[in-house]
């Protein structure tokens, strides 16, 4: 086995994830995870990817101007069929306004962690858990 290629492997799925969420849409984002993938956000079980694409990430999405990561960081652990990856990183969030709650259009800055563990099936890394939260992003 080339763990280093099992590596970059496990990150070209966590790249294609990051980038879709950086292009506000989540079209595509359901092959990079296994059906009963199950998403934890900051404390909170979100359940399936799939419940977490219709019910949180999906809407939430369409309230953002834009959505960067910066400071990326990956750790990627192989221990075959399984991956374990820590990434690190800053997202910036650009809010539109929402006249009707009377939220005025923001920037929000968090430093962010995820855990995800992944299982090589068929050939293809996938996404069976993952796990974000987040805090107050350090002042420049």
């Known amino acids: 086995m080339d763990t280093a ?24 984002t359901d092959t990079l995870f296994t059906k009963e993938a199950q998403v934890y956000e900051s404390g909170g079980v979100e359940g399936t990817y799939g419940d977490y694409v219709a019910h949180h990430l999906g809407p939430e999405l369409d309230h953002f101007n834009s959505f960067t990561f910066s400071d990326y960081k990956v750790e990627v652990d192989i221990n075959m069929p399984w991956a374990f990856t820590t990434e690190t990183y800053v997202y910036t969030i650009d809010l539109k306004a929402n006249p009707e709650k009377g939220r005025k259009a923001m920037v929000i800055s968090r ?16 996404i069976t858990k993952t796990h974000t939260s987040a805090r107050n992003a350090p002042k420049h």
């Not at 799925?13 to 989540?26: E, S």
């Not at 430093?111 to 996938?126: E, F, H, P």
């Open 5 to 28: 290629a099992e590596a970059k492997a496990v990150e070209s799925v966590l790249k294609q994830y990051k980038d879709a969420i950086q292009n506000l849409t989540v079209e595509g």
């Open 111 to 126: 430093k962010g962690v995820a855990t995800s563990i992944l299982k090589k099936i068929d050939g293809r890394w996938k």
